[in-house]
């Protein structure tokens, strides 16, 4: 009989794989180890999910004063101060990677502060030199932010890099229509930068319903942020540099030698600007900062994995099943790393969903079927199920929806609005998806969520008893549908 080490050795301390490890250790009385080469969190905690909302909360309070006002209050406008939030935001982060850490402890998990590669289908090697073998491998390393291929591409910054900003810009040029540049335009506008977003695609927040990507599009725009789409970067340079009329500038030597050159200076370079960006609709400007959100790709550059035989996707993704299993039985993959549903809520009920198959016997998959999810552009949008358009592929459909200007702004004058959709199945009448568009969409759409899931009609929703006055009232009121498709 092999004797290992470990019944299981968890590589990645994210979300995902602290819930996975602590579980399996605390509740299956597993012998767990973990490796993580940066911060215990992930991303989630550290670079994502968690600083980015206490962003988005600071963003918010920029158009308070003038809404206190015309309440009655006589509040002033203030200025923002990045150093006194950043360092309070430092501060908070370092206080939960310790409750991570914490918990790894109380359950206890053995923590390797290094990095793992795979080295065989029982064995993982640590940068430290030392080989360990483990029963079970789960690999959650989850994912990381890529810049575009371009020249010069380096001069920019990525999502990972916002929060270590020494001083925010003036001026920002943020790359991409997907939520993390539409996030970060609405978190950077309200904070005082002036923000331009250049989106390649026709409409931001591409598969996400029309009508509720339009409406946050309209409602940026209407806050100031200068969205541009059917547009991208065609070059960029070191303003410093760029002399439009000559091939030589303040480096010296051919425009391909600057390139070079600046190359060698790319790990200073990223926060110097100002940087010139000339776009492909021909347009040139000068940026404080450029903000590359153009994607993200699976950690597994130089896991080892394909050399065992483990099935890694286009993208860079683990391949695996209904259970989390890879093409080798013994290493299993959670969360981003997989490219499934790339959401924290998901990684962690992969977790939870390897532990129950692999250490209690009771094989689970992870329904990744009718997830709510919301996006933080300002105005939130919330959704769960199906898009307007995905559902009339699929079968006849009736559209409920509303767009109006809610109570406490409108009393304030500002010309903000809301909406409120449902899809619905004209042959079940079940609710096929439902999209808000509206200040803590994400709250309402957390219970829209169970309804939907549950398999609830139109006329379950009728049969509910508004709230008053409230926004969300208005999914239940709405009785006759707007169009059918």
């Not at 291929?149 to 790359?175: E, Q, R, Y």
């Amino acid at each position: 009989m092999t004797t290992f080490d470990y019944d299981l050795f968890v590589i990645g301390g994210g979300s995902g794989g602290v819930r996975a490890a602590r579980v399996a250790a605390g509740e299956a009385g597993a012998k767990v180890a973990l490796a993580e080469e940066d911060r215990y969190g992930g991303t989630c905690v550290i670079r994502g999910c968690v600083p980015k909302k206490l962003m988005v909360f600071a963003s918010e309070y920029a158009g308070m004063p003038d809404e206190a006002q015309a309440y009655g209050w006589g509040i002033q406008k203030g200025s923002f101060d990045w150093s006194s939030f950043k360092t309070k935001l430092n501060a908070e982060l370092d206080r939960l990677e310790k409750v991570y850490r914490n918990l790894l402890a109380g359950s206890g998990v053995e923590t390797f502060d290094a990095r793992a590669r795979v080295s065989g289908p029982h064995e993982v090697t640590l940068s430290t030199g030392e080989t360990k073998s483990a029963k079970h491998i789960l690999v959650a390393t989850g994912g990381r932010p890529v810049r575009p291929d371009l020249p010069n591409a380096h001069l920019g910054i990525v999502s990972d890099d916002i929060f270590h900003l020494d001083a925010l810009p003036k001026s920002i040029l943020i790359v991409g229509g997907g939520y993390i540049a539409c996030e970060f335009a609405g978190i950077l506008n309200g904070l005082g930068v002036q923000v331009t977003q250049y989106y390649r695609g026709a409409q931001i927040l591409r598969g996400f319903d029309d009508e509720a990507r339009g409406l946050v599009a309209e409602q940026m725009r209407e806050r100031g942020v200068d969205l541009k789409v059917g547009t991208n970067i065609l070059e960029m340079a070191p303003a410093t540099e760029h002399d439009p009329e000559a091939e030589t500038g303040a480096m010296g030597g051919t425009a391909q030698e600057r390139v070079e050159l600046t190359r060698m200076h790319q790990n200073t370079t990223a926060q110097r600007g100002p940087i010139w960006v000339k776009s492909t609709s021909g347009s040139e400007g000068v940026f404080d900062m450029v903000l590359f959100a153009t994607g993200r790709d699976p950690n597994t550059a130089d896991m080892g994995l394909e050399d065992l035989g483990v099935g890694i996707g286009r993208r860079g993704e683990i391949e695996v099943d209904d259970f989390s299993q890879t093409k080798v039985p013994s290493i299993y993959a959670i969360g981003d790393v997989t490219n499934r549903v790339n959401l924290t809520p998901v990684a962690i009920r992969e977790g939870m969903a390897f532990v129950e198959t692999v250490f209690k016997g009771n094989p689970t998959a992870v329904d990744h079927d009718l997830i709510p999810s919301a996006i933080f552009t300002q105005p939130e949008m919330g959704t769960v199920g199906l898009s307007e358009e995905a559902a009339r592929d699929q079968e006849p459909v009736e559209v409920y929806c509303t767009s109006f200007r809610p109570m406490q702004t409108a009393f304030a004058g500002k010309a903000d609005r809301v909406l409120m959709k449902l899809i619905v199945s004209k042959a079940t009448r079940k609710v096929l998806g439902c999209h808000i568009v509206a200040p803590n969409a994400g709250e309402m759409i957390q219970l829209a969520g169970v309804a939907v899931k549950m398999g609830a009609t139109k006329e379950d929703f009728d049969r509910t008893v508004a709230v008053h006055p409230t926004m969300s009232e208005e999914i239940v009121t709405m009785r006759s549908p707007m169009r059918t498709a």
